[in-house]
């Protein structure tokens, strides 16, 4: 039985295209009976607003998107993620890591990108010789990084079919803490994923790179590994991803304005290539027509104009 999981990030408003991962995510695992989990993402603390939680809980809502048990709040769950960090600096798969970004450009005499797009250089392994059991920096003057395998690393993807990266050599080492002790979101994800025996991810397909950073991390911590499908983004007419430039594209803005919800969840199965109209439909309505094969592999563009309310004469 898969478990699947919605899991917003209270940094800002939801948009179209969070809406239509959510239902994906929601339309596969209750196609096949299995039980979903909603977790507020908050641990990427300066950029969260206070807001935004609620807000993206009755977004879920208001488009018809049930969850199962009562929804987890990753900073009221720091201990698990301090544990974790324990179990991989025992296992000497971090170090302290006291160089800052100036440091890790300027370091490497001709910095490497990773092929990733907006993944940033890779990391030069500056901090790397510290061992497990080696004296620490001051306390407040280092990150924990992660040591990225180098090994090639695969999966199959239910939507992009089979990925592969050697992480060491493409992404480099990564952060797991910020200098202030907090978890990095790549472990934060990992322990609750592991936590909430998550069977299945599904998310947009900018975070691929994320994933092969945690499978690494799954490996070193000895978790199950869930399958993945990875949606295609959705993206303003310009092609690049949606963002405020595009205009008001914030469930909340369209559910202020009155537009009705199964006009969403309508474009979100169209677009999908789930159904052949518009809808209006619920989102219950559509959970037998869910399958991954069908799913429409192209970028999808929208812009803030797709649900105007008619004009009035
Ligand atoms: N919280 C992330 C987001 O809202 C999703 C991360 C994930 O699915 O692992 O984009």
Redesign the pocket.
């Known amino acids: 039985m898969i478990t699947g999981r919605l899991?917003?990030?209270p940094t800002g408003a939801q948009h179209l295209g969070?809406a239509r991962t959510f239902l994906l995510a929601y339309w596969s695992v209750r196609r096949s009976g299995g039980s979903l989990r909603l977790r507020i993402?908050d641990v990427d603390s300066p950029r969260v607003k206070p807001w935004a939680a609620q807000q993206a809980i009755d977004d879920l809502q208001w488009l018809g998107i049930d969850w199962d048990g009562e929804p987890i709040v990753q900073t009221e769950r720091l201990d698990l993620y301090h544990t974790a960090l324990d179990q991989l600096i025992a296992n000497n798969s971090v170090y302290p890591c006291t160089c800052s970004r100036k440091d890790i450009a300027e370091a490497a005499s001709a910095p490497h990108e990773s092929t990733f797009r907006g993944e940033g250089p890779v990391y030069p392994g500056t901090c790397s010789h510290w061992q497990s059991g080696d004296t620490l920096p001051p306390e407040g003057s280092f990150c924990w990084r992660f040591r990225a395998r180098d090994a090639t690393i695969e999966f199959d993807d239910l939507v992009l079919g089979r990925q592969s990266c050697n992480p060491a050599q493409t992404l480099g080492d990564f952060p797991v803490t910020q200098k202030t002790g907090s978890p990095s979101?790549q472990l934060a994800?990992v322990v609750d994923d592991a936590d909430q025996v998550v069977t299945e991810?599904v998310?947009?397909d900018d975070?691929v790179a994320?994933t092969f950073r945690q499978l690494d991390l799954i490996n070193a911590l000895g978790y199950e590994v869930p399958s993945y499908a990875h949606v295609p983004l959705v993206t303003g007419p310009d092609g690049r991803r949606l963002a405020k430039r595009h205009g008001d594209t914030r469930l909340s803005h369209f559910r202020e304005r009155g537009v009705a919800p199964e006009r969403i969840v309508g474009w979100a199965a169209n677009s999908a290539g789930l159904i052949d109209t518009r809808g209006p439909v619920t989102a219950t309505e559509l959970i037998s027509s869910f399958g991954w094969q069908q799913l429409n592999r192209n970028p999808v563009v929208v812009d803030d104009t797709e649900f105007a309310p008619p004009s009035t004469p």
Do not use: D
């Open positions: 899991a917003p990030s969070n993402e979101y994800v991810i998310r947009g975070l994320s």
